[in-house]
């Protein structure tokens, strides 16, 4: 017997409410974390990082000196020994963030996503940025509505 339309939503609508809870449920913590990055001060500066001076949510340094990780397909085997004590470091550091890794150009050093405060836009990059939007025209007519559904009970 064939499987209907309605048959073959089922597993996905089920799943919707739960993974909306999922997400809501780990914006907590990420905002409780931005809360408190700005109430202790503990954002560098450019400037700082290349200074030297470490991270204040791990305390490693920002920009380490030693360049960026060659990509893994080409690491010597010391380079891929550094790799995977490196790798060990960070999680030892970071075992249940589950957050995204971000890591300065020149810099071999990983930092978290939700322990690590991030590092400001260079002038230049925010220019970039800035060019970008720019240039772009908003059609009316290429806009998504889009409906929202409340999973939380409010």
Same mark, same amino acid.
């Given at each position: 017997?064939?499987?209907?339309?309605?048959?073959? $939503?089922?597993?996905?609508? $089920?799943? $919707?409410?739960?993974?909306?809870?999922?997400?809501?449920?780990?914006?907590?913590?990420?905002?409780?974390?931005?809360?408190?990055?700005?109430?202790?001060?503990?954002?560098?500066?450019?400037?700082?990082? *290349? *200074?030297?001076?470490?991270?204040?949510?791990?305390?490693?340094?920002?920009?380490?000196?030693?360049?960026?990780?060659?990509? /893994?397909? %080409?690491?010597?085997?010391?380079?891929? /020994?550094? @790799?995977?004590?490196?790798? *060990?470091?960070?999680?030892? /550091? @970071?075992?249940?963030?589950?957050? @995204?890794?971000?890591?300065?150009?020149?810099?071999?050093?990983? @930092?978290?996503?939700?322990?690590?405060?991030?590092?400001?836009?260079?002038?230049?990059?925010?220019?970039?940025?800035?060019?970008?939007?720019?240039?772009?025209?908003? $059609?009316?007519?290429? /806009?998504?509505?889009?409906?929202?559904?409340?999973?939380?009970? %409010?």
């Amino acid at each position: 017997m064939p499987v209907t339309e309605d048959q073959k $939503r089922e597993p996905a609508d $089920r799943r $919707r409410p739960s993974a909306a809870l999922k997400e809501e449920e780990q914006a907590h913590p990420t905002e409780a974390k931005r809360r408190e990055w700005y109430q202790k001060n503990m954002f560098l500066t450019r400037e700082q990082a *290349a *200074a030297g001076e470490a991270c204040r949510g791990c305390g490693l340094p920002v920009i380490d000196g030693l360049g960026s990780w060659p990509p /893994l397909m %080409h690491l010597s085997d010391q380079e891929r /020994l550094d @790799h995977d004590a490196a790798e *060990a470091r960070y999680k030892q /550091l @970071h075992p249940g963030c589950h957050s @995204h890794r971000w890591s300065m150009q020149g810099s071999r050093t990983t @930092h978290c996503g939700l322990c690590c405060p991030p590092i400001p836009f260079s002038d230049s990059q925010l220019e970039s940025i800035a060019r970008i939007l720019r240039r772009h025209v908003r $059609r009316e007519e290429e /806009l998504d509505v889009w409906a929202l559904d409340l999973t939380c009970g %409010h």
